[in-house]
């Protein structure tokens, strides 16, 4: 595994434990968030990501299942399935593209999602 694929799977699976110190050492200071389906930056820098993914994690049900995984050099693309509560209502896919550094840090990522 390299350590572009290394970033994406450690952030995935502080994700699915709720770690959010776990979570966030994966990104870079300057990390850059862009919901694709709308081309609108959803946050800019560690100050502005971690009070979202804190809200998040207190979400006992959820979970990020990994579909398929593609990695070409810096760059890591996941197809995931995304659990929001017990009975999986609110289930939805989503397409994450990672631009990692050569540091091991993720710096940009880029979200699609649909749902299922």
Same mark, same amino acid.
């Given at each position: 595994?390299? =350590?572009?694929? $290394? &970033? &994406? /799977?450690g952030q995935l699976d502080a994700y699915n434990a709720r770690d959010? !110190?776990?979570?966030?050492k994966w990104y870079d200071e300057d990390i850059v968030a862009i919901d694709l389906d709308t081309d609108t930056i959803?946050?800019?820098? $560690?100050?502005?990501m971690k009070p979202r993914y804190a809200k998040r994690f207190e979400n006992k049900y959820l979970h990020?299942?990994? $579909? %398929?995984?593609m990695v070409l050099h810096r760059t890591v693309i996941d197809h995931e399935e995304i659990i929001w509560n017990e009975n999986q /209502?609110?289930?939805? !896919? &989503? =397409?994450? =593209?990672y631009d990692v550094?050569? %540091?091991?840090? =993720?710096?940009?990522?880029?979200?699609?999602k649909g749902k299922l």
């Open positions: 595994m390299t =350590i572009f694929e $290394k &970033a &994406a /799977q959010l !110190e776990d979570f966030m959803l946050f800019r820098g $560690k100050e502005e990020c299942r990994l $579909k %398929n995984r /209502q609110d289930t939805f !896919e &989503a =397409i994450a =593209i550094g050569e %540091n091991g840090l =993720i710096s940009m990522v880029r979200f699609t």
